[in-house]
């Protein structure tokens, strides 16, 4: 038995593809019934997400299986010839098991280390699971992805430091604030670092939130989406003496927070620590504010610098998982010929 993967990925397929081969969760039993049925496959696994779609398959032999594959998609998704032809990649052990322990590790993701690809694979072997498409060779296989998963991340830093912009702000900000929930954040702009930013914090616990913007009603779409209360663009000077954590990211080429105006803010704070997150290009905070007790100022360069520092730092750590990685993979692989599961 041979463990082969068919896939595509954001390095291979622009989104444009990728959504068009993508498996929505309510066809993804559909898609292993009929690889298993049509293709003569033993057992399969489809892993699907935003930035890769994949097909892990058992192969009684390999020949002509990637074509056969390939076709499959193409045929369950009604595409038209060629589309994706050129976009795949295939692995056949010991590459195909290598591949799998890298992905669920986090290294062949759009952003180096991250961990959400690790829940991802986890629901593809569980959606498998349910579908009785998984047995003892993908069982064991899926198992041991999850336990060199885990001590990579044991054993190196390579998920350690947040590498974008919205999660360094939010890292900063929990330095200063232990719990959000009690604090208020007030958003003024629309940008789109800005509202990840927003969504970061309301990610972890912040519950009181003030929309502003020069459109009222962008400012009532916000906030209904994410539970806070919209605030008129006049009334953000106000809304200001209410906030705890201040999230600039408007496109006015001003500063629209002055010094003057925080040191006011800040004797009626009683020094209370007010945390500013300035994304605007051109800068809306007056940087001189970052000089004040208890203000603490990050702008968009301050944040990528740190961002780009954290990801260098994983990528110091590659070499160590890919390591750990190929031991484990050498080990998995030589394991199921002594115990005859591979031919």
Not at 231 to 254: K, M
Request: net charge neutral; charged share 20%.
């Amino acid at each position: 038995m041979h463990i082969a993967v068919l896939g595509l990925n954001h390095r291979t397929a622009p989104v444009e593809v990728r959504e068009r081969v993508a498996f929505p969760p309510e066809r993804v039993a559909e898609g292993l019934a009929r690889l298993r049925r049509e293709q003569e496959v033993p057992e399969c696994v489809i892993l699907s997400t935003c930035n890769r779609v994949e097909l892990y398959c058992a192969l009684p032999e390999v020949n002509g299986h990637r074509a056969a594959l390939a076709n499959f998609v193409n045929q369950f998704h009604a595409l038209e010839p060629g589309l994706v032809d050129q976009t795949w990649y295939w692995h056949l052990q010991p590459h195909s098991v290598t591949h799998l322990f890298r992905v669920a590790a986090g290294l062949d993701s759009m952003v180096l280390g991250e961990s959400e690809i690790l829940g991802q694979v986890k629901e593809a072997y569980q959606r498998a699971t349910s579908a009785e498409t998984v047995g003892r060779l993908f069982h064991g296989l899926f198992q041991s992805a999850f336990s060199v998963a885990k001590e990579v991340r044991t054993k190196t830093q390579i998920g350690r430091g947040a590498v974008s912009v919205s999660s360094v702000a939010v890292d900063l900000a929990r330095k200063i604030f232990a719990d959000f929930s009690t604090k208020t954040i007030l958003i003024f702009g629309a940008g789109q670092m800005g509202e990840a930013t927003l969504r970061c914090l309301v990610g972890r616990g912040a519950r009181h939130v003030l929309v502003g913007n020069r459109s009222y009603d962008a400012a009532e779409a916000l906030a209904a989406e994410i539970g806070g209360r919209p605030v008129a663009a006049d009334d953000v000077p106000a809304a200001l003496r209410e906030a705890d954590i201040l999230i600039s990211s408007t496109a006015a080429d001003r500063y629209l927070v002055t010094r003057p105006q925080v040191q006011a803010l800040m004797r009626q704070r009683r020094q209370r620590p007010f945390f500013v997150i300035d994304i605007s290009v051109p800068r809306n905070v007056d940087p001189a504010i970052g000089t004040l007790d208890n203000v603490y100022l990050y702008n968009i360069d301050d944040l990528q610098g740190i961002a780009a520092a954290n990801l260098q730092r994983r990528a110091d750590e590659l070499e160590a998982c890919l390591s750990i990685i190929d031991t484990n993979a050498q080990r998995f692989v030589q394991r199921l010929a002594r115990e005859s599961i591979l031919a």
